[in-house]
């Protein structure tokens, strides 16, 4: 049985489609067939951060409404043959995701994948209502920023009321707290809120603390998942996030800032 | 004695760290959200059988169906509006 998995937070700019792009490549790695599919309708951005940007013929919307076969707007991962990406499409058109079409290409990707990794869009409108509305589990991606971490705890709220196995009174929605954009020095001197603060506001247990990183930008810059990055401490960081998304025991590495990393970082 | 609280409050409220001071904040700012929250998507338990009770008094002299039945539930700053609305058909039997 496939597992459905929404990569959300409600703030946008946090985050979601980076760790939707690096859990899904990462989860392909270890040998899981994966797909990821962007529910961004009107603003499509996993394909340009999965750098398969010019090989979408069809999206999402295209499969919905019939125009095209999944088969035929799945995007295949040049890396790992087992990921697979659906794109978002790029209307105007905001009724264009429909609950009942969601559902019918989710439960025919739930037949031909392991896992289905939704990037949600930014908000709590319609395309972040149906990324996680089928959701069997979540991570909810936050920067250790207050709007960050209030809207958080809204989605979380969502997650716990408006998601089909809420309704169904099918069990919860499975949560995952996913910290992005940590730097440890600034937590050192008291100018941001710790993992511990954010852990203990939210209530959900941590699945990975990814540090803020300049790798990040140079990824997205070439179309690569960080996570394919192993000389940077956050593609470091989301291959310690999937191996604990897969149940391995690792320890949080990136959490008090590294000797020598501040001068490499600041000293020019 | 109380010369001496202060004192330790004024220490403390100069060494409170602006992560702590969001995380104060943070606190308030999320109770809230939870209790509006909680307030808004409470569906007291009987109204579903309320629903279906109501509805079979109807039916004792009208046939309405199903779909003809709509009740709502809404709450404004304390105010609770409880509205049943059933359309009879055209034909009463």
């Known amino acids: ?268 | 004695m109380a010369l001496n609280i202060d004192w330790l409050k004024l220490f403390r409220g100069e060494r409170r760290t602006s992560a702590q001071l969001a995380k104060d904040r943070l606190m308030v700012a999320v109770a809230i959200q939870r209790a509006e929250l909680a307030g808004k998507s409470q569906v007291p338990p009987y109204l579903q059988k309320m629903r279906e009770e109501i509805v079979t008094v109807v039916r004792k002299y009208v046939q309405v169906p199903d779909e003809a039945v709509q009740f709502s539930l809404q709450r404004d700053r304390g105010l609770e509006v409880l509205e049943l609305n059933i359309t009879l058909p055209e034909h009463a039997a």
Do not use: W
Not at chain 1, 52 to 70: C, M, Q, S, W
Not at chain 1, 166 to 185: C, F, I, M, Q, S
Not at chain 1, 205 to 219: D, F, K, R, Y
Not at chain 1, 236 to 261: C, I, M, N, S, T
């Open chain 1, 1 to 268: 049985m496939a597992k459905i998995v929404v990569v959300t937070s409600g703030k946008g700019g946090v985050g979601k489609t980076t760790t939707a792009a690096s859990f899904a490549t990462g989860l392909a790695a270890r040998g899981h067939k994966t797909a990821v599919v962007d529910f961004d309708v009107g603003l499509r951005n996993l394909d340009l951060i999965m750098g398969v940007e010019r090989r979408v013929v069809f999206d999402f919307v295209n499969v919905i409404h019939g125009e095209a076969t999944l088969k035929q707007a799945l995007i295949k991962d040049k890396q790992f043959e087992n990921l697979s990406i659906l794109a978002a499409s790029q209307t105007r058109d905001k009724d264009a995701l429909t609950a009942a079409g969601v559902e019918r290409v989710l439960d025919e990707l739930a037949a031909e994948f392991e896992y289905v990794v939704c990037d949600s869009p930014a908000g709590i409108e319609r395309g972040a209502h149906l990324a996680m509305y089928f959701a069997d589990e979540a991570l909810v991606v936050t920067n250790p920023e207050v709007s960050s971490v209030r809207d958080s705890d809204r989605v979380l709220g969502l997650l716990a009321s408006k998601t089909r196995r809420a309704e169904r009174g099918d069990g919860k929605v499975r949560e995952h707290l996913v910290l992005t954009r940590y730097n440890p020095a600034r937590v050192a001197k008291g100018e941001m809120l710790s993992v511990d603060d954010v852990k203990e506001i939210l209530a959900i247990p941590l699945l990975g603390v990814i540090p803020e990183s300049q790798a990040v930008l140079t990824c997205s810059n070439a179309g690569v998942p960080v996570i394919r990055e192993e000389n940077a401490d956050a593609g470091l960081a989301y291959q310690d996030l999937v191996a604990r998304f897969l149940g391995e025991e690792r320890p949080h590495r990136f959490l008090d800032q590294k000797k020598g990393l501040f001068s490499k970082l600041f000293g020019g």
